[in-house]
T-cell receptor, first 115, second 110 residues
Framework: SQTIHQWPATLVQPVGSPLSLECTVE??????LYWYRQAAGRGLQLLFY??????ISSEVPQNLSASRPQDRQFILSSKKLLLSDSGFYLC??????????????FGSGTRLTVV | LAKTTQPISMDSYEGQEVNITCSHN???????ITWYQQFPSQGPRFIIQ???TKVTNEVASLFIPADRKSSTLSLPRVSLSDTAVYYC???????????FGQGTELSVKP
């Protein structure tokens, strides 16, 4: 079966510190992978997506970067965190739902608080 | 990517049928309509997806008129556990990206 793993679940980091969030998927190959951020309140903002190893598309200019070193691994990073980087970070991958239809499965998320 | 508009919030009572309508006036020919449900501190969960007419699964029904400029998510006999934010998304189905709007916060009361 296909699963998605995201860690850590919560993280408190000081301003100016580095960040590394990891997401891995199992049971599939060459998935499309995505990083979203949800600030306080609603609305998920797409940060990055990747259609293959080393292929990263950035949606908004920001203090973050993403990498895909392996087929089923997607990493979100920052060299120096800002207060505005606080939020709920979600990794997602696209999976086949039924004939001709695809859905996106999300990880459990990482609650990042920058202090 | 087509922009979507849906109510910010809705209230309902247990046992009622809830219909959440989403407007997507500039939907493209290749776009599918997908609904997600999100509970606090969890990632969104796929509910249902459709292209036209009506789609039904064990969780909900999705009604799409012929012009496809809107869609309605129907939740039969809601319970307290259906309290969540519901997102309507419109986009092509061959990869690429999903853009989420603000969603509809559904509150089910006893």
């Amino acid at each position: 079966s296909q699963t998605i793993h995201q860690w850590p679940a919560t993280l408190v980091q000081p301003v100016g510190s580095p960040l590394s969030l990891e997401c891995t998927v199992e049971g599939t190959s060459n998935p499309n992978l995505y990083w979203y951020r949800q600030a306080a309140g609603r609305g998920l903002q797409l940060l990055f997506y990747s259609v293959g190893i080393g292929q990263i598309s950035s949606e908004v200019p920001q203090n973050l970067s993403a990498s895909r070193p392996q087929d089923r691994q997607f990493i979100l990073s920052s060299k120096k965190l800002l207060l505005s980087d606080s939020g709920f970070y979600l990794c997602a991958w696209r999976e086949w739902v039924s004939e001709g239809l695809y859905g996106y499965t999300f990880g459990s998320g990482t609650r990042l608080t920058v202090v | 990517l087509a922009k979507t508009t849906q109510p910010i919030s809705m209230d309902s009572y247990e046992g009622q049928e809830v219909n959440i309508t989403c407007s997507h006036n500039n939907i493209a020919t290749n776009d599918y309509i997908t609904w997600y449900q999100q509970f606090p501190s969890q990632g969104p969960r796929f509910i249902i997806q459709g292209y036209k007419t009506k789609v039904t699964n064990e969780v909900a029904s999705l009604f799409i008129p012929a012009d496809r400029k809107s869609s309605t998510l129907s939740l039969p006999r809601v319970s307290l556990s259906d309290t969540a934010v519901y997102y309507c998304l419109v986009g092509e189905n061959q990869g690429g990206k999903l853009i989420f709007g603000q969603g509809t916060e559904l509150s089910v009361k006893p």
